[in-house]
């Protein structure tokens, strides 16, 4: 959560999936598959398909925030071979059995949501509604960073007396006959 407000926030769907588990720990799996671009006509938690032993739902809506100073986030994201949308799941130990946690767009954010807890998270790939209102918010705030080398001097000037000692030593001295 950021203490600045976004300046653009994207209503999304998310979709999840309920599958039987091959574990002995868990009877079910439950994770996102889909964001959807813009809200569906549902409820939180419809159930939209079942076929055997594995479900899907509607889970409810989200919100991608998009801030000035992730804007080269989101502009890496958009240039990789496949542009994602990360969803976190909460474990709520109630019913439903989860809550969508978070949804972004921002690659970073996206791993730091793996942090300790009940939290599942997957990326997604980004539907193109969202890839354009991403890109355009790209492009009219990213602000490209210019890299600004810190060159050191290599004037007899500015070179210290202990960078001078440091010098002579590994490289020896200027003047051989002052040894």
């Given at each position: 959560m950021s203490l600045v407000a976004p300046l653009l926030g994207i209503p999304v769907g998310v979709v999840v999936e309920r599958r039987k588990a091959t574990s002995p720990w868990a009877d079910v799996i439950w994770r996102p598959i889909a964001v959807l671009g813009g809200l569906p006509d549902a409820a939180p938690w419809t159930t939209l398909a079942i076929e055997g032993e594995t479900a899907t739902f509607y889970a409810g809506a989200a919100e991608i925030e998009l801030y000035r100073s992730e804007a080269?986030?989101?502009r890496r994201n958009l240039a990789s071979a496949a542009p994602a949308i990360w969803v976190a799941l909460q474990e709520t130990g109630g019913d439903p059995p989860y809550a969508v946690a978070a949804v972004t767009a921002d690659p970073d954010e996206g791993e730091a949501l793996t942090g300790p807890g009940s939290r599942d998270h997957r990326?997604?790939?980004m539907p193109g509604p969202l890839r354009h209102a991403i890109a355009a918010f790209v492009a009219e705030h990213h602000v490209e960073q210019v890299?600004?080398?810190?060159?050191s001097s290599t004037s007899a000037s500015a070179i210290t007396p202990i960078r001078k000692r440091w010098r002579d030593a590994v490289c020896g001295s200027e003047n051989d006959d002052e040894r």
């Open positions: 080269d986030n989101y990326s997604r790939a890299f600004m080398s810190s060159k």
